[in-house]
């Protein structure tokens, strides 16, 4: 379960019970249970997802079922930071306008006294969905609980129940009974046992636990793990099949998870498993196959299998969770942005934390990275709408995009560029720390090739701005790396304001088609881009204290020696759909 990497001062939430259980969560006491009594909307998202008010953290058993989607997600119902942790409830018919149901599941039994934690939805065979969460029982262990509906004809699921049967899994003697949480969505395989895995830690090595069962209540852990790393703790796992180009189906069609006791149908996909590394704060991933009779994964060698491998989303993007969505047949991502700013401030705010917006997820047809793009329901909130064409950009140059209100704004550019020739020569050693690299030749740093891209949410003066930009470097005469960045260091005046710079490296052949693609949803706070088709995704929370309402600016720039040329730019006002009020009875 992830929780807030930005806490300041901290006191160690200490367990009972054994002397090696150590609990990794952090907490202010004296905080975690004042009410909100007023709630800032100044710097609040328009159409990001978020509650009236308090903490959220990560996404929890994300679902379709009778015609709505849900979302549960670990929710503070009484303070603005991490603690009382329960399972809020939202449904909404289009992934965009949300209402707010009673909470799912609270402690109310032994099993989960002290708190319920990160877990999953599975939809058993009969149409059931069953969830399976985390709970703090009395001894603070860690333990795996869980809720069935209370009545399957209700279509927002409001009441769930707890079985007397729980816990059904818990940690045995070799297992750090204070890293043992979060489990998956559940697989059914074709030796008709369901499998799972939870993730866990020995020492340094993450580990994603596998466990299996007849009947989704006896469960058995397996002689070996699913998978396992020297990358600390693993949090929040996520396994899932992709379909691969050349196969029967669309390679960007999405899979579910039951289908998978059909070999056949196993035969035309690829596996990811993603773990959210405790010790970054970052969602990592790997493409690979599954033996279903060794119950073994195996990373593809191509995919880096370590903290410096391929992310979802190489910003504030943590405890991710993806559903397949059976009514668009695709898989549909969702993950947790944090607050960047004083926990003072989130005091002030009365608010903490939003969601990413979801992602369609798909394998990219050449298979050598995942693919991720708002759903498409995000473009029903285009308004207002301009464009910029052909317009070059000379080096050292900028230009604003006027006639729309940017600071609620949805935007896509193709920029070409015109000459590679003066790329700057890329050192090797940089290929592990490209967040390093944005640091160091950043947007205020004149290159060669960029940096070019926008500057948004700015001020007038551009005082405040926070660029979101690609730089280009050459290994050789041949062969280029792009580097994708955004840059938060001047996006507020306010100095004690954790402002780090994110990076990603692009997988595209710039060499090839000169061209590069942007499209950046902005939305008070948070900057949320996603490069070459959604290639590198970064998403940044950002607090100006000038460029807010209508003195948000959107600039595009050019701070590289060659030129640069929007060929075009499209960006549209976003309305602000219904966000999580509570259903009327």
Known sequence: MGTAAALAIVSVLCWAALAAVRGSHVVYPELQSLEAKEVATELRTGYHFQPPKHWINDPNGPMYYKGLYHLFYQYNPKGAVWGNIIWAHSVSTDLIHWVALQPAIYPTRPFDVNGCWSGSVTMLPNGVPVIMYTGIDPHKHQVQNVAYPANLSDPFLREWVKPDYNPIIIPDRDINASAFRDPTTAWYGPDGHWRLVVGSKENMRGTAVLYRSRDFKKWIKARHSLHAGLTGMWECPDFFPVAVAGGSRHHQS????????????????????????????????????????????????????????????????????????????????????????????????????????????????????????????????????????????????????????????????????????????????????????????????????????????????????????????????????????????????????????????????????????????????????????????????????????????LFVFNNGESDIKVTNLHAWEMKTPTMNKLLEQ
Request: some cysteine; proline content about 4%; glycine content about 6%.
């Open 254 to 553: 999405g899979v579910d998870t039951a289908e998978l006791h059909n070999r056949v149908v196993a035969e035309e996909v690829k596996y990811v498993l993603k773990v959210s590394l405790e010790l970054t704060r970052y969602d990592y991933y790997t493409v690979g196959t599954y033996d279903h009779d060794k119950e073994r994964y195996t990373p593809d060698p191509a995919f880096p299998d370590n903290d410096y491998g391929l992310r979802y989303d190489y910003g504030d993007f943590y405890a991710s969770k993806s559903f397949f969505d059976p009514a668009k047949k695709r898989r549909v991502l969702w993950g947790w942005a944090n607050e960047s700013d004083t926990v003072v401030d989130d005091q002030h705010k009365g608010w903490a934390g939003i969601q990413a917006m979801p992602r369609k997820i798909f394998l990219s047809r050449s298979g050598a990275q995942l693919i991720q793009w708002p759903v498409e329901e995000v473009k029903s909130l285009r308004a207002k709408h301009v464009n910029v064409s052909n317009k070059a950009i000379k080096s050292g140059k900028y230009f604003e995009v006027t006639g729309f209100k940017s600071v609620q704004s949805d935007m896509e550019a193709v920029f070409v560029i015109r000459n590679l020739d003066k790329a700057e020569k890329f050192d090797p050693s940089w290929r592990t720390n490209a967040q390093g690299l944005c640091k160091n030749f950043n947007s205020h740093v004149k290159g060669g090739v960029g940096p070019f891209g926008l500057w948004v949410l700015a001020s007038d003066d551009l005082e405040e701005r926070t660029a979101v930009f690609f730089r280009v470097f050459k290994t050789n005469d041949t062969n280029y790396v792009v580097l994708m960045c955004n840059d938060p260091t001047r996006s507020s005046y306010e100095s004690q304001i954790y402002r780090p710079t994110f990076a990603g490296f692009v997988n595209v052949d710039i060499a090839k088609t000169k061209t590069i693609t942007l499209r950046t949803l902005i939305d008070h706070s948070v900057v949320e881009s996603f490069g070459a088709g959604g290639r590198t995704c970064i998403l940044t929370r950002v607090y100006p204290k000038k460029a807010i309402g209508d003195d948000a600016h």
